[in-house]
Every structure is written in C-alpha cells, then in structure tokens.
C-alpha cells in the first residue's frame, strides 16, 4: 500500500517555525516531484511549495515568499517543509504530494496525497 504520512504540524505563535515532514511508504518517490499544498477552512486548496526529484530549483507560492523552504531526502523517502516567520494567514491543513514532474504539482495532477497535518498559528 503506497503512503504518504505527514507530520510536524502544530500550535505555534506568530512569528514562529514549525517544520513538516512526509515520509513515503510503499514504493519510492525518488524520481517524483513532491510538494506541500495547504487548506485553510472556506479556501480552496492551494500549493505552497513543490521540488524536482533531483532537487533542482523549487517553487514557491507568493504567499510564503522567502519564509518556507523545501527539501527532500531521496533515500529516506522524505521531503520538508520548514516554516518560518509563520503568520495567521498560513494556518491551514498542510498536504504532501507527489507526481511525475513538478510541472504535474503545478496543475494538480496528483498522483498521492497525504492524509494531512494541522498548523496553527495563534498567540
């Protein structure tokens, strides 16, 4: 059974960082591009971030600028998320995802999601 379990997630105070994680079970992601993308209550799913499987450049959404950086580790299987300078406006549900290129992230045809994992941002 092919997985993506993500974890990290939390209650943290403005201004903060938390960093995710996402471990893939079940065949490896090591040719696959993986990214994060976040649903806040009420909006629609958006991608935050997304890296090649060579781990060439990245893409950032506008919204998290230079705050969030993406990477991943082939041979465990992974990719992280670090959040910094975290505000309200990124609490949400965040989501691992993979496809076959980064391109496929971008239009979201998704091959496997994660089940999720919550960040908070409050005082």
């Known amino acids: 059974q092919v997985q993506l379990t993500e974890s990290g997630g939390g209650l943290v105070q403005p201004g903060g960082s938390l960093r995710l994680s996402c471990v893939g079970s079940?065949?490896?992601?090591?040719?696959?591009?993986m990214g994060w993308f976040r649903q806040a209550p009420g909006k629609d799913r958006e991608l935050v971030a997304a890296?090649?499987?060579?781990?060439?450049?990245?893409y950032y959404a506008a919204s998290v600028g230079n705050r969030f950086t993406i990477t991943r580790d082939n041979d465990k299987n992974a990719v992280f998320l670090q959040m910094d300078s975290l505000t309200s406006e990124d609490t949400a549900t965040y989501f691992c995802?993979?496809?076959?290129?980064?391109?496929?992230?971008?239009?979201?045809?998704?091959?496997?999601w994660g089940q999720g994992t919550q960040v908070t941002v409050s005082a």
């Open positions: 079940g065949r490896s992601f090591g040719m696959d591009a």
């Open positions: 995802a993979t496809a076959p290129a980064i391109a496929n992230i971008r239009d979201n045809e998704i091959e496997y």
């Open positions: 890296i090649p499987w060579h781990s060439g450049v990245p």
